[in-house]
């Protein structure tokens, strides 16, 4: 019990210190806000990430860039010896330690363990008695390597302790990432490595299309067939990336530019698609018009998975695994523009769990979080597939149901309500709070309004006594309509 009762305490403070990573604008911040979090909880010594700058052959240099320690004899972020160090990997032992780490694989030593040598005196020196690291890894590049130093206590670190603290090491990974990205810093190889590997150009007059060598055998081409016809290069680009293609071409020529930019998919010639970054230039003929487009085609497949990755990150709550608030704000917009094009309703609930602040007074914010997982993981099981779950914001969920008029939704309620009633969260009794809404029985111009009105409803719940199911009234809806 006491392991499990562990565990949940590293879950829980990894939770949350996702939460705060995904609100902070400040990535480093929310970096050392996950070290400290674990760093407590784990009661080692000393939380740190190391940056790899450089590796070779015979060295390696590395900075150490985040730190979290238990007390000041244990800090040694600042210290020289650690600032943008080098250290020969001429030691087997320890060039071991790193060839392992820029593989993707974690370590764990007990340095009294550890065969005599460099890399045992090197821990010592860092008064370690045990340590487990964790690379970092970026794009499918090592950046770096995230450790706990336990400096007072020989630990062995269990497998349950390893498979959570390895997700902390996948939220750096992300930070960096996602810093990249919003930073417009998006990492490609070194630009003699882009030009002239994946080139290609077509030729309007001739109504042809050349592609180099190396583009043809990232597209699995056996033949190295580098002319085919205008007609099955087009084939060949993604049915849904084809209209924007030839809509970015159109206004180019329309605003008088001759470059654009754009990420397209392209089948191989195994069937499979492929995610390509097209840098293109537009070639004029003598009377003006459009004569031919060129470019390069950048192989973005990795780039690409590590974005859809991070998009289910930025749109997932870390606690309960269901949707967020920016899950709900795109999916409720795309959900109503279905509605209205094929004229179906859509029902909508907002539920709040009564009375939550108490509960976490009195029993914790550990015992409120599994609550709060409990009740993500019914809901789940709960709704039916086409319904989309999501975590609305604190202790407040939404729900939105496709094909669903105001009548059905409220059944839907009302059945959620006295189950949730009837069972237990976490070991506890908790009950629910549920606004109700649907199209077209409550008109709504857009998400804004749609969710007033559920909003307006939960608050009519809330204020009726609380573990009820609640419509809008009309007229507050048609008031705030009026309003906007």
Request: net charge negative; with cysteine; glycine share 8%.
């Amino acid at each position: 019990m006491a392991i499990e009762r562990y565990n949940e305490k590293l879950m829980s403070a990894i939770s949350r210190a996702a939460e705060a990573m995904a609100a902070n604008t400040d990535w480093r911040a929310g970096i050392q806000h996950l070290l400290e979090e674990i760093g407590q909880v784990t009661g080692t010594s000393r939380a740190w990430i190391f940056q790899t700058i450089e590796m070779t052959e015979d060295h390696i240099v590395q900075d150490y860039v985040f730190e979290w320690a238990s007390a000041p004899r244990f800090v040694q972020l600042g210290l020289q010896r650690f600032h943008m160090f080098r250290m020969p990997l001429s030691a087997p032992c320890y060039r071991g330690v790193i060839q392992g780490r820029s593989m993707g694989q974690w370590q764990k030593m007990i340095v009294a363990d550890i065969p005599p040598g460099f890399l045992h005196e090197y821990l010592k020196s860092q008064l370690v008695r045990s340590i487990l690291t964790f690379p970092i890894m970026v794009n499918g590049t090592w950046w770096g390597t995230l450790g706990f130093d336990d400096c007072e206590r020989t630990h062995d670190w269990a497998a349950s302790e390893v498979d959570l603290l390895r997700t902390a090491s996948f939220l750096v990974a992300n930070a960096i990432l996602q810093n990249e990205l919003t930073a417009s810093q998006k990492r490609f190889d070194v630009i003699q490595e882009i030009t002239g590997s994946g080139a290609w150009e077509v030729d309007l007059d001739k109504k042809q299309s050349r592609l180099s060598n190396a583009l043809l055998r990232t597209l699995d081409n056996k033949q190295s067939v580098d002319v085919r016809g205008l007609l099955s290069l087009v084939r060949m680009i993604h049915p849904e990336d084809r209209k924007m293609l030839f809509q970015v071409i159109r206004d180019c020529i329309d605003d008088g530019r001759n470059d654009f930019r754009a990420d397209i998919r392209v089948q191989t010639d195994s069937g499979n698609y492929y995610w390509f970054d097209i840098m293109a230039q537009l070639s004029d003929g003598t009377n003006g018009s459009l004569m031919g487009v060129s470019g390069v085609a950048v192989d973005i497949r990795a780039r690409k998975k590590h974005e859809l990755f991070l998009n289910e990150i930025a749109k997932t709550d870390a606690l309960t695994g269901l949707g967020n608030r920016r899950f709900i704000d795109e999916t409720l917009k795309s959900e109503m523009d279905r509605a209205e094009r094929y004229s179906q309703p859509l029902g909508l609930m907002l539920a709040d769990i009564d009375f939550f602040k108490k509960l976490n007074d009195k029993y914790g914010h550990n015992q409120g979080d599994h609550v709060l997982r409990d009740l993500g993981e019914m809901f789940r099981v709960h709704f039916r597939d086409v319904d989309f779950t999501c975590r609305y914001g604190g202790e407040e969920f939404a729900f939105i149901l496709p094909a669903t008029g105001i009548e059905a939704t409220k059944e839907t309620a009302e059945r959620l309500r006295a189950h949730v009633e009837a069972s237990y969260f976490g070991g506890l009794p908790i009950t629910l709070s549920i606004g109700v809404t649907a199209l077209p029985a409550i008109p709504a111009d857009g998400p804004e309004m749609f969710l007033n009105a559920a909003d307006q409803a939960l608050y009519k719940a809330k204020r009726g006594g609380r573990n009820m199911v609640c419509t809008p009234d009309y007229n507050v809806v048609t008031d705030f309509k009026s309003a906007g």
